[in-house]
Every structure is written in structure tokens, then in C-alpha cells.
């Protein structure tokens, strides 16, 4: 992919962020399985990862996509009692 397509890209598909929020209700191995079933290809690593970032700082970045994307994984996640919400990646 050449910069001008990956500029194309951006502007067509602008990227958004599936960001996970801590919660005291979800255990933290029920956070990484539920990670690990709602993003296809995360990593047992990048799950683990994810989760302890949220339970740090509050939040972490689940990962940044198109739109509509974002929206399914956040669906998903929800559907697992995580919270979850998605922010413009500017």
C-alpha cells in the first residue's frame, strides 16, 4: 500500500478507537475471554494486555478501525457486560 492509498484510505474510512472501561463487576479472566471472543485474532498476550491497562488507568485502547467496525466490537463487548465506547481516532 503506497501513501497516497493509505491517505485515501484514511479519509474514506477514518479510524475510530474501541476503548474498554475498568468496572469492579467482571472478573479479569472473564475481561480477557471476553476480549479474546469479541476481536477476532487478539492474542491471549494482547488481551491479558488490554485488560490490565483498564484496570490501571480506567481505560484502554482495544484497538482503531473503521467505523462500523468499531461499532460491532463495542456491540460485542457489551454483549459480554464489559463497557465499552468508541472515540474519533484523530
Known amino acids: 500500500m ?3 492509498d ?4 484514511r479519509r474514506l ?3 475510530y478507537k474501541v476503548i474498554l ?5 467482571n472478573s479479569m479472566d472473564h475481561v480477557v475471554q471476553a476480549l479474546r471472543k469479541s476481536i477476532p485474532g487478539m492474542s ?6 488490554v485488560m490490565w ?14 467505523l462500523e467496525l468499531a461499532e ?9 457486560g464489559l463497557s465499552a465506547t468508541i472515540e474519533r481516532d484523530d
Do not use: I, M, W
Open 44 to 49: 491471549l498476550g494482547r488481551a491479558a494486555a
Open 72 to 80: 460491532l466490537y463495542q456491540q460485542r463487548l457489551l454483549s459480554f
Open 21 to 25: 472501561h475498568n468496572d469492579d463487576h
Open 53 to 66: 491497562e483498564a484496570h490501571v488507568n480506567g481505560k484502554a485502547l482495544v484497538l482503531a478501525c473503521p
Open 2 to 4: 503506497t501513501d497516497d
Open 13 to 15: 474510512l477514518p479510524p
Open 6 to 9: 493509505a491517505s485515501t484510505r
